[in-house]
């Protein structure tokens, strides 16, 4: 497990612990936060972070499997809208949707040899195919995380700084949508780092402090999405908790868009 320092917040630990201890796993950890952060400085162009990202995780993985003596293959959970949306219709690079990190990022020579077991299926069916095979719910029915990560949800310039407030903003919405029973009625829902400062009030003193972006929408395949209504109640909790528990956060937005035009991710 090649640690990014780009997952959400305590995820590369209960991760790791899960497949360890559930499945038995022999894991090999690699602390690669600092390569990661230190390529990433001042990249503000989302396809370049997601190349960077794609690029420097096979090298790093190629590199250790090598310490590995019989390792010749690098299997990924790429599905089919991955594929779809990494592929431009016209055959311009410019007119394709995205570059998946695990799609567009990989070098064109690679000493692995990929197999992509789930890349003609849609998300749906590969939870019905892993309920077939007894998988644990928590990991069959999480919801999808991109490959760059946090990188592509800090709009601009990313920080160890910006990271830490994001994955503690977004913390405090996935455990709230888990205390009020609405996780699993969304396909997708993530807290977003807008970089943006607004001016704002707390207790008695004036604050200037980022926004943060709430988006959580319901999808079949995540090839269009509608968002997600929470009652305004609930919109008012969260805003208050995020807030409150979260220093260099002093506004919260809602992204009523849906997909198209707008896409699930921010970048
Ligand atoms: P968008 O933002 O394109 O996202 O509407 C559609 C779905 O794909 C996920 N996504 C990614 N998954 N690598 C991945 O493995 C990526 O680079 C990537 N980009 C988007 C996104 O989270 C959503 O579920």
Known sequence: MVDTGLLRKDEFKKSYYLFKNKYKLNIKLINSKKLFYNKLKNVIDPE?????????????????????????????????????ESRSSTGSQSAKIKSHHNVGGLPKKMKLKLIEPLNEFFKDEVRKLGK?????????????????GLAIRIIGKINEKKIKILQDADNIFMNSLIEHNIYDK?????????????????????????????????????????????????????????????????????????????TIELE
């Not at 077939?132 to 760059?148: A, E, N, V």
Request: net charge positive; hydrophobic share 40%.
């Open 48 to 84: 370049k972070k997601r190349k960077i990202i794609g690029n420097l995780f096979i090298k790093i993985f190629e590199k250790e499997a090598k310490k590995f003596k019989k390792v010749k293959y690098l299997a990924q959970g790429t599905l089919y809208p991955d594929i779809i």
């Open 132 to 148: 077939s095979l007894g998988l644990d719910s928590s990991i069959l029915y999480k919801h999808p995380f991109p490959g760059p």
């Open 186 to 262: 969304i396909w997708q829902a993530y807290a977003a780092l807008l970089p943006v400062k607004t001016v704002g009030v707390m207790g008695d003193t004036r604050t200037f402090e980022y926004t943060c972006l709430l988006r959580a929408v319901t999808s079949e395949d995540g090839m269009t999405a509608a968002k997600y209504n929470f009652t305004n109640e609930f919109l008012g909790i969260i805003s208050n908790k995020i807030i409150n528990g979260v220093s260099g956060i002093n506004r919260v937005v809602y992204d009523i868009t849906s997909k198209p035009p707008s």
